[in-house]
């Protein structure tokens, strides 16, 4: 079976598209910064939550820790011929998820010298028929109106972004191209959009997007039962949300293809709208949303500041209808899934704070 060579592969989309090489045999070469755990037991902690606690064959599976913007990544040289000996796919999936100004540094450090670093290790150690597959987010396309396409865009100034992070990834697909265009690189760049739980289970395990917004309303509830909030969220704009299973499923189908595109929007052919998620949290949680477009600081009462502080990130894509081209995509994957339906929001909501908040108040508790 082919060699699949990850970084960042404990983060949650890596680890999920990790288990399901390894249920399908592939050999996996996890690599993965050690910090008070080692390298093999933080894959091995991440694999287990993401499998709900089942075994997982690891047999196939080899974990490194590595330092991503380091020399050979730190790592022992006769190591790194060993694993790029044979035609390998490698993702690159490390990357800082802050957005803020005050995480400047570590966001361009990680998700633009981290990248340059990668393409230095792959360059030197991988076979040429290698590939090197760059997971980029679809929210790269940053402030631009109309539809965003399957192609390179160039770099531009933090204005024309959300965020730092979006520019940081936007700059490190232009350090790809520049590497495919001067030195050959056998490189493609894969787009997520926001990635969600599982859309068969429900069960969802990332705080991110619309689940940093439910964990802020949910605490939000148990502070002020019973309260009626006006949020700053138009609800007619919508998220396009991918699911985790959806995702791995796309990526072991790039694996086991030979000719895959150079650029591709992982996104759901179908966006959820606002409303939606909205009126779900105000059923599970004694809280009551209005979602209130255009609501201005000077009008918010207390608990609404709390909330629009709280929300500085998920607030600038609460008006957002980006359009994403998928014809590349759909090239390689022919009938792709079409994305969650409202129903099976509901339920990854529902199971979110049901599960995940509910357990980290318990540990909390069990802690005190
Ligand atoms: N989640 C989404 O909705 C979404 C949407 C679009 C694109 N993406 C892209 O998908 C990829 C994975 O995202 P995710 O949601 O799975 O994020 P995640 O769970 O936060 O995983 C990020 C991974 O990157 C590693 N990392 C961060 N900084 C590092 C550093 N300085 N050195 C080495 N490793 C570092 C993390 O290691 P530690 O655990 O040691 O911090 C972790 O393994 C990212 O490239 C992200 O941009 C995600």
Redesign the pocket.
Known sequence: MKTVII????????SNFVRNLLKQHYHVIAL??A?KQDAEE?MNNALAIMNDGENINTNNLEVYNY???DDDYSMDKNILKSIFSSNIDYFH?????KYDEKSMDEIF??NIE?VENSIKVFSKYATTSSRFFY?????SCGRLEGVFKEQFYQNEDISAFRNYYEQS?RFAENIIKGNIEKNGLNAHII?????VGNHETGITR?D??IFDFAKRISSLATRFPNEIVRVRVDADSTQNLIPVDTVTQHLTRVVEKNSVPRIMNFVSNRSIQNSHIIETLNQILPLHLIPMKGLEWKDMNQIERLVSVGMSFTESYTSTNIHFETVRRDELLKNPETGPDEKSISEMLRYYIENNLAKKKSKKYEAA
């Not at 997971?135 to 929210?139: C, D, E, L, S, V």
């Not at 787009?191 to 990635?195: A, E, G, K």
């Open positions: 970084n960042g592969a404990n983060g949650y989309v890596a993965v910064r910090n933080r330092s991503l913007c999936f490390a990357a800082s998820l450090s990680t981290g997971i980029g987010t679809a929210y990834k787009r997520l959009s926001q990635v990332t991110y997007g």
